[in-house]
C-alpha cells in the first residue's frame, strides 16, 4: 500500500484490460441495440411507403379503394431480359386484371432512400462511438474504484501490530473532549479517518444532551423554587393569613400549570425522537384547515384582532390535520405572546413561486434581530426580548419537528420593531 494515503490508487494492466474488455462488451451491447432498432424501423418504413405508394396508384385509376379485389405482385419476364420490371397487379373477384402498374422504378427509389437513411444512421454510430465510450466508461468507474480498494483491502496484511496500535489509541479516548484520534501508522489512514468522523458526530451527539438536559433542568428549577417559596410563606404565615394562602395557592396552582405545560412537551419531543409520534395521514386543504385555525383563534384569543386573508389559492395536501393545526397554534400563540393588544395578527395560505402550498402567520410584533433568526428553532432558545414573557422555549422546536416530518420547511422574515412572518411550506 502506498505510504500517501492522499494517492490515489492506479490500476494495474490486468485490471485495466478488465476494464476495457467490460466497456467493449457494454459497448457492443449498445450498438447491436441500435442496429437492431435502426434495420428493423428502416424495413417497417420500406414497407410502408411501398403500401402507400400501391394504395395512390389504385385510388388514382378508380378515385377508391376496391374492397374485394386481390393484389399481388408479378416479374415480367421477356426472352432477351427475364425480369426486367414488376408489375403491381389488382384483379376482380373474377380474377380479370384491372390494373396493371410498373413498380420497378419506384421500389427502387424507395430501396436506395431507406439505404441512405440506414448509411446516415451506420455512420451517426461511428460518430458517436467514442462519445459513448467516454460516458460508459465515466458510469464504470465508482465500481471500478470499488473493485480497486476490494483489491487493495484484500493484499493489506492487517497483524496483530496494527489491531494493538487501533487498542492503544482507543483506550485513549475521550468523548467529552475535543481532538482527533491518531494512530500514528500511515496503513491505517482510512481507519483512522473513518473512526475520526464516528467520534465527531459522537461528541456532537453528547454536546446537544448535555445542553438539553441542563435546559431542561434550568427551566424546571425556576418553578419548583416558587413552589418552595411559597410552601415555606404558607408555613410560616398562611395558615392564619387568608390573603397569604390565597395568593399561596394561586402561583403554586399556576407553577404547576407550567411544569405540567413544560414535562408534556419534553414527552412530545422525547416521543418523537424516539419514532413513537405516528403521522395519521389525511388529504385536506389548506385553506379549509386555516378557516377553521383562525375560527379558534377568534374564541381563544380576545386581546388581539385576528384577519384570514381568503385571496390565496387552496390546495389539497396529505397531512397530520391535527399536528399541523398544532404547528400553526404555536407560531399563533408566539405572536400573540409579541404583538402588542389590539393589534393585528394575520392569518393567510396560497401557493409560493414554486407552486408549494405554504400556511402563514404574521404578527404586528417586536420581531427578532437578524443574529437569532438562525437559532429559534433550536430547543429551549429564547430571544433576549423574549425572556420577559412567558414561555418554555420548546414551542418552535415542536413545529419544526412536526413540519420536518411533513418534509416542509420554514420561511422567517422579520423586521425589527414592525413585526415576524412566518410561512410553514409544504
Known amino acids: 500500500m502506498s505510504s500517501n494515503p492522499n494517492r490515489k490508487k492506479s490500476a494495474s494492466p490486468d485490471q485495466q484490460r478488465r476494464m476495457t474488455s467490460i466497456t467493449r462488451r457494454m459497448h457492443w451491447y449498445m450498438i447491436r441495440g441500435k ?73 427502387t427509389a424507395v430501396g436506395i432512400t431507406v439505404a441512405v437513411l440506414l448509411g446516415l444512421q451506420l ?3 461511428f460518430l458517436s462511438y467514442f462519445r459513448e465510450d467516454r460516458a460508459i466508461r ?20 492487517f497483524t ?36 475520526n468522523n464516528l467520534l465527531l458526530r459522537t461528541r456532537d451527539t453528547i454536546r446537544q444532551q448535555n445542553r438539553f438536559v441542563n435546559d431542561a433542568s434550568h427551566e424546571l428549577r425556576t418553578p419548583i423554587a416558587v413552589i418552595q417559596g411559597y410552601a415555606s410563606m404558607l408555613d410560616r404565615w398562611g395558615k392564619d393569613d387568608e390573603k397569604i394562602l390565597e395568593e399561596s395557592i394561586a402561583a403554586i396552582r399556576n407553577e404547576a400549570d407550567h411544569m405540567n405545560y413544560l414535562v408534556e412537551q419534553l414527552l412530545f419531543l422525547a416521543r418523537g425522537d424516539s419514532g413513537r409520534t405516528a403521522l395519521n395521514r389525511q388529504k385536506v ?4 384547515l386555516m378557516r377553521e385555525i383562525y375560527e ?64 402563514q402567520v404574521q404578527d404586528q410584533g417586536q420581531g427578532i434581530s437578524e443574529s437569532e433568526v ?13 425572556r420577559t414573557t412567558a414561555g418554555t422555549g420548546l414551542g418552535l422546536s415542536i413545529a419544526k419537528w412536526i413540519v420536518d416530518k411533513h418534509s416542509g420547511h420554514f ?16
Not at 181 to 192: A, H, K, R
Request: net charge negative.
Open 285 to 288: 386543504r389548506t385553506g379549509d
Open 374 to 386: 438562525s437559532h429559534i428553532f433550536e430547543r429551549f432558545f429564547r430571544a433576549d426580548e423574549a
Open 123 to 125: 455512420l451517426g454510430i
Open 296 to 359: 379558534e383563534s377568534l374564541m381563544i384569543d380576545e386581546n388581539h384582532r385576528y384577519r384570514l386573508q381568503e385571496g390565496g389559492e387552496s390546495r389539497e395536501v396529505e397531512i397530520d390535520p391535527g399536528l399541523m393545526k398544532q404547528a400553526v397554534r404555536i407560531l399563533i400563540d408566539n405572536a400573540a405572546k409579541y404583538t402588542p393588544q389590539g393589534e393585528e395578527i394575520l392569518l393567510s395560505f396560497g401557493v409560493n413561486e414554486k407552486g408549494s402550498p405554504y400556511l
Open 35 to 107: 442496429l437492431f432498432r435502426f434495420i428493423s424501423g428502416d424495413f417497417l418504413l420500406a414497407v410502408l411507403l411501398c403500401i402507400g405508394w400501391a394504395l395512390d396508384q389504385e385510388y388514382s385509376a378508380f378515385g377508391a379503394i376496391l374492397p374485394g379485389c386481390s393484389r399481388t405482385l408479378e416479374g415480367m419476364k421477356t426472352a432477351a431480359d427475364p425480369g426486367a420490371d414488376i408489375l403491381y397487379l389488382v384483379m376482380n373477384p373474377e380474377g380479370k386484371t384491372i390494373l396493371s402498374v410498373s413498380c420497378l422504378v419506384p421500389m
Open 411 to 426: 420561511e422567517v422574515l422579520t423586521v425589527k420593531d414592525l413585526g415576524t412572518r412566518i410561512r410553514i411550506v409544504l
Open 160 to 195: 496483530e501490530d496494527k489491531y494493538q496500535v487501533i487498542e492503544d489509541a482507543l483506550e485513549h479516548i475521550n468523548p467529552g473532549q475535543d481532538g482527533p484520534l491518531s494512530f500514528g501508522d500511515t496503513d491505517l489512514m482510512g481507519v483512522e479517518a473513518a473512526m
Open 138 to 157: 465515466r458510469i464504470l468507474a465508482p465500481i471500478n474504484e470499488i473493485a480497486l480498494r476490494a483489491d487493495e483491502l484484500s493484499r493489506f496484511s
